[in-house]
């Protein structure tokens, strides 16, 4: 559905802000809690957290994160799972959302109540409350940017700091493609987040959104360098069809392509890998995990096999 409509009467702009806001509260119904500990008030009351708490925030934006093909609900969930993604990564839970949403007079009301919707349905499936949020106006703009707050399920949460020389490389699933659809069909790692954040061999993590190209870089250990093993890489058949399209390398789209929204997580060089990937496979059975390489000292000779990840890229924001 395009989002922008020329008849006044299916915009937004015939509703206005306040009758806007009381449309919102109904599509997004019990996940919304009445005030103060949700939409009615400056500011939505959250109870005290025992545990450490985490906040991240992501948007989408009509036609850089999501197009007409996408539908409105899908758009909606993306913006939710895009957060909870992030959650993952350091295995913590979601407790709660607020939403600043950006858009032109001209939005379809109906493609904004498919998102909501979308959005609620999302929330409901991962027990959490969008409790508050903004709507501003901006000419030929249509973009929702959520803050999503969790809270850690273990004792600590991982970091992307934290690995060492000698460190296992893995990652979840598989890789590339993602423009066939799975930018916006994919399943936030929460629970394969929270086991790893339990597991004391795990030492850092991340969430894979910009390709593991560019990604990897962020985990990577002072005076040490990813030496991954290209046969190892886990590529996802929506890749490969991609590969037969453009003519590239079905590597090269698992390595840069981006929006897998898998872990990527490193083990401890000493860690009894055999014994780890058992335990995964008995609690993850549908998800598998892949080894794909290790952390090795900057100047240490190149493996057979290994790639050069400098003729490889991610997603860089702020580009031309």
Known sequence: MHPFSRKPSETVSALGEEKLIEHIRRWLGPVSPPAPLGIGDDCAVLAPSARTQAVTVDPVIYGRHFDDAVPPRAVGAKLLKRNLSDLAAMGAAPVAAVLALTL???????????FYRGLAACARAHRLHIIGGDVAQCSGTLAA?????????????????????????YVTGALGGSLLGKHYRFTPRLAEGA??????????????????????????????????????????????????????????????????????????????????????????????????????????????????????????????
Do not use: C, N
């Open 104 to 114: 032109d007079p001209a939005v379809r009301t109906k493609w904004l109540e498919h």
């Open 145 to 169: 940017s959520l803050t999503l707050i969790g809270r850690a399920t273990a004792r600590r949460m991982l970091l992307r700091t934290g690995a060492r020389a000698g460190d296992h490389i």
């Open 195 to 320: 086991w790893l954040a339990t597991r004391p061999e795990v030492r850092s993590m991340m969430d894979l959104s910009d390709g593991i190209a560019k990604d990897l870089r962020a985990l990577t250990p002072a005076g040490a360098r990813p030496e991954l093993i290209a046969a190892a890489i886990p590529i996802s058949a929506a890749a490969k069809k991609m590969a037969q399209a453009d003519k590239r390398p079905p590597l090269a789209h698992a390595l840069g392509d981006g929006e897998d929204y898998e872990l990527l997580f490193t083990v401890a060089a000493k860690a009894g890998l055999s014994a780890f990937e058992k335990s995964w496979r008995s609690r993850f059975k549908k998800i598998p995990i892949t080894r794909i390489g290790r952390f090795v000292p900057s100047r240490a000779p190149v493996a057979p096999g290994a790639i050069d990840l400098s003729a490889y890229h991610g997603y860089e924001h702020l580009t031309a």
